[in-house]
């Protein structure tokens, strides 16, 4: 009897898709997906924050006018606004009922993620905005 428990365990543990729970998966994926986390841009809970302080020089006073480079919240936006961001397939979008331009110089990094990826990641992401 030990044997056969024994044997069906090992071809669970040898053919069994669920190592890690989706949860578990998706936080993998917030933190890390590929060599950078989104929690390095849009903090813990993808509120949004300050990625960078610098300054600039008005060309006519010549003076130096301190800037920010922010990251926007992405723990409450759309699924398609979503996805379009990461997957920068389409050239207009609406986001937050506004309509964005792609463009191929944003600093977003393109983590070409499958679908499957970025709809965990999507519900985690949406998940976090209630353990604020």
Known sequence: MKIVFVFFAFLHFCFGTDFITKKEYAKMLYSNPRGIGCNLCHGQ??????????????????????????SPSINDVEFDCFKNTLKKTSLNFICKGVVKKTRSDSIMPSYFLTDDEIKILYEYVVNLKDKK
Do not use: F
């Open 45 to 70: 809970n993808g509120e949004g924050m300050v990625i960078a302080k610098y300054k600039t020089q008005d060309k006519k006073t010549k003076q130096l006018i301190p800037k920010e480079l922010t």
